[in-house]
């Protein structure tokens, strides 16, 4: 199986600060990475697809990049609604494997 | 628009059999480009894939479960199901269903529509 390494496990920031979460993968996945933010309650919603494509209707403050084993998703400019769990996902091989995820907390 | 909704018993006892049913609705389930999947979440934990299966009855299973799961279609109710075999609490999560997206190929896909999710408890 693929293992996918997310860091940090949390991290604490405000409206309007830029912030990046990183994922590793265990072993080369090209691009086939997706990110997922998820609100307490909430199924999880796709915001990126093959690791820098932006789902329709994501707002343009979500981005990605990276190949091979790195990958990042940034969030330009924190908007309240931010504050989620993000999950990185990747498709590469089965079985389908998920990050642990990364909890945007209000500083 | 593309509606999931997950239905089952919400309390299971242990070494029984967990039966979930995914009803789609708002597109049809025989559509070449998806693939239809199950991803679990345990309380408080991240998210686990189940398994994934395409209306002609074509599988993927995660091999951690893969004996004790048993998915199927049913695309005249435009439904798919999931059996978990011999649960134990440690099979206590959300379920839920979700559309594998694979229009650009299998490995590009991701999961694009969710269901809300059903909490299936496992305790005697």
């Known amino acids: 199986d693929i293992q996918m390494t997310q860091s940090p496990s949390s991290l604490s920031a405000s409206v309007g600060d830029r912030v990046t979460f990183t994922c590793r993968a265990s072993?080369?996945?090209?691009?086939?990475l997706n990110w997922y933010q998820q609100k307490p309650g909430k199924a999880p919603k796709v915001l990126v697809y093959t690791a820098s494509s932006l789902q329709s209707g994501v707002p343009s403050r979500f981005s990605g990049s990276g190949s091979g084993t790195d990958f990042t998703l940034t969030i330009s400019s924190l908007q309240p609604e931010d504050f989620a769990t993000y999950y990185c996902q990747q498709s590469y091989s089965a079985p389908i494997t998920f990050g642990q995820g990364t909890r945007l907390e209000i500083k | 628009q593309l509606q999931l909704q997950e239905s089952g018993p919400g309390l299971v006892k242990p070494s029984e059999t967990l039966s979930l049913t995914c009803t789609v609705s708002g597109g049809s389930i025989s559509s070449s480009n998806y693939y239809w999947g199950w991803i679990r979440q345990s309380p408080g934990k991240g998210l686990e894939w189940i398994g994934s299966?395409?209306?002609?009855?074509?599988?993927y299973h995660n091999p951690s479960l893969r004996s004790r799961v048993t998915l199927s279609v049913d695309t005249s109710k435009n439904q798919f199901s999931l059996t978990l075999n011999s649960v134990t609490a440690a099979d206590t999560a959300v379920y839920y269903c979700?559309?594998?997206?694979?229009?650009?190929?299998?490995?590009?896909?991701?999961?694009?529509?969710w269901g809300q999710g059903t909490l299936v408890i496992v305790s005697s």
């Open positions: 299966i395409y209306y002609s009855g074509s599988t």
């Open positions: 979700a559309r594998y997206d694979i229009s650009t190929g299998f490995r590009p896909g991701y999961f694009d529509y």
């Open positions: 072993q080369n996945i090209s691009t086939y």
